[in-house]
Each structure stands twice: as C-alpha cells, then as structure tokens.
C-alpha cells in the first residue's frame, strides 16, 4: 500500500513526488512512455525563474534525478484506470497489447499533462515517421539540407521553425491566421531568418507522396487558391489536448476533456487530486505545472494527514 501514486511524471508530477515524499509520504510514480513530459522537446528554456537558459531535456532530467534522490520509485507502466475498494484507491496498470498489474495507494494525483494535437488530416497518421512529427528536436536532424514544414502558430511552432531553420534548407511555417499566437521576439527572429518563409491564412490541406512525404498541399483560407509545397518533412505544432479518457468515470472532465479541478487542485472526488497541463486552467506554462506539483501533494498530503 502506497500512500499516493502519482500518474505522470512530467514536470507536475515529479514536483508533487519531491513535495510527497519531503512530507514523509511514501509515493509510486508511474509513466507510460518517456520521463519528462512536454518540457523535453523544448530546446531552450529561458523563462522558468532562477534559469537563465537550459534545455528541456536538461532541466526533465534534472527534476527527474531530484526526485530520484528523495526516494521517488517510478514504472513506466501505462495507467489505464482507477477504482475505488474497501476506502483504497486500486491503480490498473498495462496497454492494449499487455496487461499489467495492480497497485494500491490511499491517494492519487493525476498529473497527466496533454498530448500532441493532429491536424486531422487523412494519412497524418500512417505518415508518421515518414516525413510527418509532432517534435522538431526529435526528429529535425533526419531533414539536415532539406526543406521542411511546420504547421501551427503558437510558441512551440514557432521554436520548432526556429530550430529547423539551423540545419535545414527552406522552412515554411504555416499558419492559419495572419497574427502569431506566440512570442513577438520569437516571431522577429524568425523574419530575420533567409531561409525562413510564413505562409499566412493559409491550412495544410494535403499531404503528398505515396509512402513517404513529398511535400504539402496548402489552401489560402480566403481566395481558396491551393499551393503546394516541395517538403520532405512537415512539422505539426498545432497544440496539445488532453489525455483523460481513463479517468472519465472517476472525476469530472470539461467539455474538452480537461480534469475539473481548480487552483487548489482538488478534482471533488475524494482523495484524488490533478495537477499540470491535465487539469482545466488558463495558463499552461513550466512553471503552473510545477506550481501545481506543489499545491496537489501538499493537498494530497494534507488529506491524507487529516484520514489518519
Ligand atoms: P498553442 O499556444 O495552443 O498554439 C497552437 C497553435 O496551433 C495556434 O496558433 C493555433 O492557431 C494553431 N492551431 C490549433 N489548431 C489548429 C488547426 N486545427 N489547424 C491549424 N492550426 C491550428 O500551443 P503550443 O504552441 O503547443 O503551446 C502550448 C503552451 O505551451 C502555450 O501556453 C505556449 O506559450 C507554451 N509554450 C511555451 C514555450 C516557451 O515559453 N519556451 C515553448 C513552447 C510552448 P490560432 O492561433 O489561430 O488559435
């Protein structure tokens, strides 16, 4: 029996496992894929507080060793469900292809962040890894000389143009609207860029080639003239959704799937708590869901405290 399972250990759920676990809470983290969350496709941090400039990469294995160091336990099982038993909360682990197994916690944080948005496409999925990401730092050094795409218009799009534009031959970011939902000095140091171009009011219509990406179709939403693109590669930043459905039954989601919960962290089902990206809220930034990290431990904490 743990005292609270953590789902997620992104930057919110590493946090609440450092808090748990300075608050003599014995805590099991548990990670379907990679540690780290969202952070570690950003190539350069520089607006968490105290960090003048590091990596995502860096700064996820720095928070994931600190976490470590207090005695944090982490599986990279993928949480599939939560059910309540005898006053306990029973956490099944296990994917699609393999069952996994089940644990016991007498609290639970949620701090399951977001996942990638597609564009919706047809053939966006088969597409992927043939020409077609979701992470510029992941996988931009496959279009080294190349020219690429990137579809979105807020600061990830952006970043990503901005790291591809250093190795690769021509970048095209596209953009649905004529004004960039991120940062105006992103946005000038990407006018800056020769071999950078903006394809404004304008939506990745098409993808093209037959087993892999050969370029983009793209419609200007205004005159409909269609234009396409010579890419091996596009990029798609479009923003992040919720990942939730598992825990549907057991607290309440908004209408797009975030976690009810509010600053305090608390979702309304007892014992269960949400922290980060994963939890309906207005800004979704490092530093919120670190922030949330610390709010829903010590809550869960205090909860736990006041049970005896
Ligand atoms: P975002 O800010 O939500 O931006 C998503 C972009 O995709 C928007 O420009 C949106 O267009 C566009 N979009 C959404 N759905 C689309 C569709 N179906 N077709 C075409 N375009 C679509 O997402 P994000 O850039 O991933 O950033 C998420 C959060 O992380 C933000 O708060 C961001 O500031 C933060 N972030 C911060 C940093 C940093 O500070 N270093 C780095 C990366 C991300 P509209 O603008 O027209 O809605």
């Not at 969350?37 to 294995?61: C, K, L, R």
């Not at 029973?90 to 944080?109: Q, R």
């Not at 140091?189 to 993808?207: D, G, H, P, Q």
Request: with cysteine.
């Amino acid at each position: 029996m743990t005292d609270i399972i953590i789902v997620g250990a992104g930057t919110a759920g590493l946090t609440a496992a450092i808090y748990a676990l300075r608050a003599g809470k014995s805590v099991l983290l548990f990670e379907g894929l990679a540690v780290g969350g969202q952070i570690v496709n950003t190539p350069d941090v520089e607006n968490y507080p105290g960090i003048a400039h590091m990596s995502g990469f860096e700064f996820a294995s720095n928070l994931l060793e600190q976490a470590k160091s207090f005695g944090a336990e982490l599986k990279y099982e993928p949480v599939k469900g939560i059910r309540a038993e005898s006053g306990t909360w029973h956490v099944t682990t296990g994917s699609v292809d393999a069952d996994g197994h089940e644990y016991e916690a007498k609290a639970v944080i949620l701090a399951t962040g977001a996942k990638n948005r597609p564009l919706g496409l047809e053939r966006e999925q088969e597409m992927i890894g043939r020409g077609v990401s979701y992470c510029a730092t992941c996988d931009g050094m496959f279009f080294r000389g190349k020219a690429v795409a990137v579809a979105g218009g807020g600061n990830t799009a952006l970043e990503d143009a901005q790291f591809l534009a250093n190795y690769c031959s021509h970048v095209y970011l596209i953009h649905r609207r004529d004004a960039f939902r991120g940062d105006e000095k992103s946005v000038e140091l990407l006018r800056a860029k020769e071999n950078v171009e903006f394809v404004l009011n304008s939506n990745v219509s098409a993808i093209l080639g037959e087993t892999k990406v050969e370029g983009v179709e793209v419609t200007d939403k205004f005159s409909g003239e269609k234009r396409v693109l010579d890419v091996s590669g596009l990029f798609i930043a479009v923003g992040q959704m919720p990942a939730n459905e598992a825990f549907a039954g057991i607290v309440t989601l908004d209408e797009k799937g975030y976690i009810a919960a509010g600053e305090d962290c608390g979702t309304g089902t007892d014992g269960i708590f949400a922290a980060g990206d994963c939890r309906t809220k207005e800004v979704r930034q490092l530093t919120t869901a670190a922030a949330d990290g610390a709010v829903a431990a010590l809550a869960a904490c205090k909860w736990l405290d006041a049970k005896g």
